[in-house]
């Protein structure tokens, strides 16, 4: 289980996450969506410490941090807590020098220590699962975008992390790719991969979601099943942001 309590973030003077709590079950798929600039990114980099909350507690799967501004967390915590997730970008992030097998096995043998051959034969594994087995020699500059987001895919469950975090993993592909990366995403869902995905595919989301996110300046507005947040919220900040996001 994955649990947020009273989460803070401020950058300077600027208060960007203003205490979110949420709970999310093993084996479910949580999706956040909201306008621009409202901290879901923020909220998404909080669950691995690429940013550090400055107050509140975060736990996953039985491991508890807690976070004050003055308090520095011990390196060991910040490191076991981000083997428990892992992070596929909107950008892709790969090693450009690498292959597609080269990315997704790096990490296993630096951070899990696993033998290259062991990682390799995982790799491949998982290559496959993405419908990438043709593609494991490639770089990544032979890849599409589409491709390179499903490499960045398996190389996210290679370490096998409680949690799998996307933020808008579609957003920068062309729009005849997003579909290929979405069914992936979908897959995973289904096999009770337990997953928290900021996305602006608003289809997507409600299909994909078991509970459903509205943030708004830091806050949480909204949440429930996708129904009871697009269909029956009678928030008029709810409705006015899906009221807009429709028009466009
Ligand atoms: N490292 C940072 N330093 C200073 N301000 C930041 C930093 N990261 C984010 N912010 C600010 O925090 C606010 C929330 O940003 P965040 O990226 O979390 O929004 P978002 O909901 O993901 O938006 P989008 O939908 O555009 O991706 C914004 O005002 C942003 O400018
Ligand atoms: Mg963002």
């Not at 994955?2 to 205490?19: A, C, P, T, W």
């Not at 909220?43 to 940013?51: G, H, I, K, S, V």
């Not at 090693?95 to 951070?111: C, D, K, R, S, W």
């Not at 490499?151 to 975090?165: G, K, T």
């Amino acid at each position: 289980m994955i649990e947020v309590r009273g989460l803070h973030k401020s950058f300077g003077q600027l208060q960007v996450l203003k205490g979110v709590s949420l709970r999310l079950e093993h084996g479910k798929v949580l999706v956040i969506i909201g306008p621009s600039g409202s901290g879901k990114t923020t909220l998404l980099r909080c669950f691995n410490l690429l940013e550090i909350p400055d107050g509140g507690s975060l736990s996953i799967a039985g491991l508890e941090l807690s976070f004050a501004g003055n308090v520095k967390l011990a390196r060991k915590d910040i490191l076991s807590l981000r083997q428990k997730s892992g992070m596929v970008f909107q950008s892709y992030n790969l090693f450009p020098h690498m292959t597609a097998l080269g990315n997704v096995a790096e990490g296993q043998i630096t951070v899990q220590k696993r033998s290259r051959k062991e990682a390799e034969k995982r790799g491949e594994v998982l290559l496959a699962k993405v419908g990438l087995s043709d593609k494991t020699g490639a770089y990544p500059h032979q890849l599409s975008g589409g491709q390179q987001q499903r490499v960045a895919i398996a190389r996210a469950m290679a370490a096998e992390p409680e949690v799998l975090l996307f933020d808008e993993p579609t957003s920068a592909l062309d729009p005849e790719l997003v579909s290929e990366v979405l069914k992936v995403i979908r897959q995973l869902a289904a096999e009770g991969r337990t997953m928290i995905i900021v996305t602006h595919e608003m289809r997507f989301a409600a299909d994909v979601a078991d509970t459903l996110i509205l943030m708004d300046q830091g806050v949480i507005l909204e949440q429930g099943t996708p129904q009871q947040v697009l269909e029956q919220s009678e928030n008029p900040r709810v409705r006015q942001f899906l009221n807009r996001i429709k028009g466009e």
